[in-house]
């Protein structure tokens, strides 16, 4: 019994399309060597040696080929694969990128006509494109004449993705250029080019974005809700040991000593759903410690933290009661070492003394900011009881 192998993907698609369009002959590239493939008597011979030839045989299961066919340029399946007039199968977008640098195709090297481009030969027809595929959002990007272009389905997925998970901006590659997804403008732009801006957009229902979003500690949303109220653009606060500033004009916190490390902010009601506080997250009713937590140092995940509502916000101000906490973190580390120094020799007892005398000058200092800041709240508090009466 006569056994068959079956050509691989693409050279499948090569000899199918041509027996689609009638052709008597077909020239393929098997394993470094060119073979006429001969539709009349059905055998494949071997152009530098006619007398190696095997017969072939046509199923028509192969005719659903086209659906799995690879683009040589991305290495991944064909979005709206396109045929050249050379007979290779490339992206539409994958062509569009070549051509614009070389017109020429990226296998064979013949060149690209310009009506390729202007008309291409969709693999598919044109009932490709009017296929939805994929979730029922759709991303456009702005005609530079007008109107609005819809994007491929595997960047609408990648922008889906990012815009879900709240991230600022993205990077993806279109046409073989790197272009810049800027999600807070709405606006795409190439890397090397950013005054070419052109504008986005999404279509879809809006994701439920509180299920991304951490709140604030007590204490830090009583700071942020206090320098929101008294209209100030910025806010500084102490996380797990850094300090962050907070924007309230473009409504992110930025690391000082890592302005690369932001997040977006939001103020809303206390009692909206959450994913948790501080970086504990809720859930089912139980307190689980994740990775990406205000209370570690690592807080750089695309999730945003949040800003709550805080009804009754104390009367603390936010740049004394960080100074307290730092104070208090000085002081104690001072009179610890003070301590380890009381037990050595007589120098080290002096160097302990030192220390001991300067943590006092400390403590004295965080008592006279203390009462101080008392001072100004029993102030304010009289000026408000007076205008009461």
Known sequence: MTSWWQ???????????????????????VAG???????????????DDPSRRRRVKLLQSQSTLSDNIDCPICLQSC????????????????????ASKNRRCALCRRDIPAECLEHPELVRGVQDLSTSAGSEIRWFYEGRNGGWWEYEVRTREELEVNYKLGVLSMTTIICGNAYEIDFQQMVQYPKDH?????????????????????QYDVRTSQEIEEAYARKEKTCTILVAGYLYCVDFESMIQIRQDDPSRRRRVKRDLASVPKKGVAGLRIDSNNVVVTDATPTTSEITTSEPVPISANPNPASSHTATDAA???????????????DDYQSSDETSRDISQEI??????LLEGIRNLTLRNFGEESSDTDSDLEIGH
């Open 7 to 29: 050509y691989d993907v693409r050279t499948s698609q090569e000899i199918e399309e041509a027996y689609a369009r009638k052709e008597k002959t077909c020239t393929i590239l």
């Open 33 to 47: 060597y060119l073979y006429c493939v001969d539709f009349e008597s059905m055998i494949q011979i071997r152009q």
């Open 79 to 98: 979005i709206h694969p396109t045929r050249l007039p050379c007979g290779h199968i490339f992206c539409f977008l994958c062509v569009k990128g070549v």
């Open 194 to 214: 950013p005054r070419r801006k052109r504008r986005i957009r999404r279509e879809g229902p809006e994701p439920e974005l509180w299920v991304r979003w951490w």
């Open 324 to 338: 307290l906490r730092i104070a208090s973190h000085l002081l104690d580390s001072m009179l610890t070492q003070s």
């Open 356 to 361: 001991f005398d300067d943590s006092g000058d």
